[in-house]
Structure formats: C-alpha cells, structure tokens
C-alpha cells in the first residue's frame, strides 16, 4: 500500500514536470503574443531548434550543464524550478485530494497560478487571455467538487472581483494615483471562482501580509521609494496556493486564537 502511494505521487511529480515544461513557454510565449503550439521550442538567443531529449524535464537542464547545445549561452535557471515546482504542486494536490475530479480542476488551477505569477513577475502584467477565461472555467469547475457549490463559486467572483475594485477606486481617490492594475481584481475573481468566497478574505490576508514583508524591506532598500512598483499577482496566487492546500487549518486555528 505504500509503495502504490509513492508510486502515484512519483507519478504526479514526474507529470506535473512534464506540464512544467509547457508553462515554460507560455510564460515566455503569452506576454509576447505569440502562439503557444508553433513553432517548436527553439534557443531564444540563437534560434537552435530543441530536440526532444534536449527537452526532458529538469534532466536536460542537468545533461547539459544548464547551457543551450547550440550557442553554450546559459540557460535560466527559471526553467528548471518552473518544472520542479509544477511538479511539487502536482504530488501535493494528488496527496491532499486523492483520485477525484477535484485533483484534475486543482491541476489546472496550480498550473495557471504559475504561469500568471511568473509573468506578473516579468511584465507586471496578468494576462486577460488567463484570468477572464479562468473565471469561467473556474465557475464551471465548481460542478465537479462536491464541497463547492456553484452559487459558492459565483460569490466568490463577485465579492473577489469587487472588493480589489473597491480599494483600487479608493486607493486611486486619495493618492490620485493607480496603485493596483485591472489584472489583480480580475485574478481575484479567478480565485474566488476556484475557491469560492469563503476563501476571499483568507487569501487577501496572506497575499497583503507577503507582500508586506517583502515589500517593506524592498522599499527600505530603495531609500524610502514609496512608488516602488511590486506585482502583486504573485502573492495571490501564492496566498490561494496555501489557502488550497490548509486554508481550513489556518482558519480554524486564527478562530482559536480570538
């Protein structure tokens, strides 16, 4: 019995790997506008056309010494802890959801969060072509959980979504300034559509906590520059991850607490 559970979650790993391996390209592909399927993953510096086992998860980042075959400019590590990640949260959702549909929709929730964090990071941007047609897909999801109901879901959009909204507006007012864009209130709703409103104020608390952390010593850094511009489309996604996986835990044990 033991052996069957390591083997699946070796399995889980191996593909999240695989998967990894894709959101590599959309998150070099997606913000430049290009397409996802063609051409075939190539060298960005030379144009050197990778091979298939030039292209094994983590393994040909290692077989190759983390340099690209055609003109030896190193590759960035981003790849492989791209796949590693992926693949952790793939073994992760199997261990906490077992064999159910819910393993399936939370793949597919992980996997966007990756790719959406990634580029915010990059760009400062969230692509509307992920959030908008991962609220649907997330409202649609909440019919194969049985713990998430679609009126859940669609709370979830609509408080998610409004409530950035409402604080962006009011934020805007007062410092006559934007400080935060139309792709954080979007991914919110995604979030709230995966996870259902329950989860809105948890996954706010965590991703502003983060944030703040990272962003206060940033700012320090920067000799007081409080128009220090950080993406926050990171955090959430990393707040809805650890909501995902022991959101219930953690609020039960802050109820504990008061």
């Not at 430049?32 to 091979?51: F, Q």
């Not at 703040?212 to 007081?224: A, D």
Request: charged share 10%; glycine share 10%.
């Amino acid at each position: 019995m033991l052996f069957d559970v390591y083997f699946f979650l070796s399995a889980a790993l191996v593909l999240g790997a695989v998967v990894g391996s894709f959101l590599n390209v959309c998150i070099y592909r997606v913000p430049a506008g290009k397409s996802i399927v063609s051409p075939p993953s190539s060298c960005p510096h030379c144009g050197h056309l990778i091979r298939w086992y030039q292209n094994i998860p983590i393994l040909s980042y290692l077989f190759l010494g983390g340099k690209c075959v055609g003109c030896r400019i190193r590759i960035s590590l981003r790849y492989p802890a791209v796949e590693t990640l992926t693949g952790l949260l793939f073994a992760l959702v199997l261990y906490c959801f077992g064999f159910s549909s819910a393993t399936l929709v939370y793949w597919l929730f992980v996997s966007a969060l990756v790719v959406i964090a990634f580029i915010d990071l990059d760009h400062q941007i969230i692509p509307d072509v992920i959030s908008l047609p991962g609220i649907v897909v997330g409202f649609l999801c909440s019919f194969f959980i049985p713990w998430l109901s679609w009126l859940d879901s669609l709370l979830g959009v609509v408080i998610g979504g409004g409530i950035l909204l409402s604080i962006a507006w009011i934020y805007e007012k007062v410092a006559k300034r934007e400080g935060m864009g139309g792709g954080d209130i979007k991914l919110l709703a995604m979030l709230g559509a995966f996870l259902g409103w329950k989860a809105v104020f948890p996954v706010i608390f965590i991703a502003s906590l983060i944030g703040s952390l990272v962003g206060v010593p940033l700012m320090l850094l920067q000799k007081g520059n409080t128009k220090l511009a950080i993406p926050f489309g990171p955090f959430l996604a990393f707040a809805a991850t650890v909501y995902l996986f022991w959101g219930k835990d953690l609020v039960f044990w802050y109820l504990n607490l008061l």
